[in-house]
């Protein structure tokens, strides 16, 4: 087996205003490869050995640039200024009143309307002796979407000898101003099929109960006795249907899971999901107060993604880890506040494996 780390650079298509799209590929010395690119932000791909040896792509996605600008629902993409939903589109800092697009129902979702997902990054290849990847960065005006303040975001994403794929964001800000970065692949370990006989575990003890639009009420309820309850590992499809108030908003999973943390910032096992049919499995590690775990619950099949392959219903999982939705909201909650001088750091990891 070749024991080195490879590069390989290729244009991956052309946006309308002309601008090219680079696409960066990254293999790491295990076989397991991921590729970038600088729209969005974006990881397209992400193939990883299963048992077998054979190499799984563990992403939905896209083949062509046009489907990731036109159809997308956040496959595989950086989110920002703010992960997640501001109920009515609308915050308050220091007495002034900011207000954002509602692209979801009444709040605003995932950064409004063109969100970090829809920009063109700055990008540049990282070769460390231990790590391949790239190092992304975006200056976001005051502003943009109603956010305030002039916001450098950088994320440096770096695949590993061990497995890892680390996201490592950081950002900074010449006004008050609030930010939830995230990162939005949707992971399949099947490589096809849904993603509900995939074994989940979330390391939480409360998750955070939303209203009918899918905002938190402010509470944090114990998961123990509902179908919320990850915590000793089971088939994701195994609960998706009880008869639930919560499940119906969400029309399935899609909570904020308020992560145990000896200590706030703790790098730490947030959830580990496994596939029986391919052995592989995934840690996630996180420096963040809560994850969200969505079960792929508005796919609906009428996305075609990669090899013409339907992204059917509840075909993938997404694991984001973030702040509380609407923080800015309920100073109960953690806060998304960055002032300027201040630096705004977080780091996650995805770790992959196999199990015979």
């Known amino acids: 087996m070749d024991r080195s780390f490879k590069l390989d650079i290729q244009e991956f298509g052309t946006l309308a205003n002309g601008q090219k799209v680079t696409q960066f590929r990254i293999t790491n010395p295990n076989g397991l490869e991921m590729r970038l690119i600088d729209y969005g932000c974006l990881m397209t791909n992400l193939l990883v050995p299963d048992r077998s040896g054979k190499l799984v792509d563990v992403l939905?996605?896209?083949d062509r640039l046009e489907d990731y600008v036109k159809d997308s629902p956040y496959f595989g993409a950086v989110i920002g200024r703010y992960g997640n939903r501001i109920a009515g589109g609308q915050f308050s800092l220091d007495g002034t009143t900011y207000s954002l697009p509602q692209n979801d129902g009444p709040n605003t979702l995932h950064g409004g309307v063109k969100g970090f997902d829809k920009v063109m990054w700055q990008a540049a290849p990282i070769t460390d002796s231990t790590a391949y990847g790239v190092a992304f960065s975006y200056e976001s005006p005051d502003g943009e979407e109603g956010f305030p303040g002039t916001l450098t975001a950088r994320v440096r994403i770096t695949l590993n000898d061990q497995n890892e794929v680390t996201l490592d964001y950081t950002a900074v800000t010449d006004k008050p101003t609030v930010i939830n970065l995230t990162q939005h692949n949707y992971y399949n370990l099947d490589g096809m099929g849904t993603c509900l006989d995939q074994?989940?575990?979330?390391?939480?003890?409360?998750?955070?109960?939303?209203?009918?639009?899918l905002i938190p009420t402010g509470e944090r309820a114990p998961v123990a006795q509902t179908p919320f309850d990850f915590r000793t590992g089971k088939p994701i499809g195994k609960?998706?249907?009880?008869?639930?108030?919560?499940?119906?908003?969400?029309?399935?999973?899609?909570?904020?899971?308020?992560?145990?943390?000896?200590?706030?910032g703790l790098l730490s096992l947030a959830a580990e999901v496994y596939s029986t049919k391919t052995g592989i499995t995934m840690d996630v590690l996180t420096e963040e107060p809560g994850i969200q775990f969505y079960s792929g619950n508005f796919l609906d099949g009428s996305l075609k993604g990669k090899g013409g392959l339907v992204c059917e219903h509840r075909g993938a999982f997404c694991l984001e880890t973030?702040?509380?939705?609407?923080?800015?909201?309920?100073?109960?909650?953690?806060?998304?506040?960055?002032?300027?001088?201040?630096?705004?750091?977080?780091r996650t990891v995805y770790r992959f494996g196999r199990k015979d």
């Open 239 to 264: 609960d998706i249907g009880a008869d639930n108030r919560q499940l119906a908003y969400g029309r399935g999973f899609d909570h904020n899971f308020v992560l145990n943390k000896q200590a706030p």
């Open 199 to 213: 074994v989940m575990t979330i390391y939480a003890d409360q998750y955070t109960p939303v209203d009918s639009t």
């Open 322 to 346: 973030q702040h509380f939705p609407d923080s800015p909201n309920h100073p109960e909650f953690p806060s998304t506040r960055l002032n300027p001088g201040d630096i705004y750091q977080t």
């Open 60 to 62: 939905l996605g896209f």
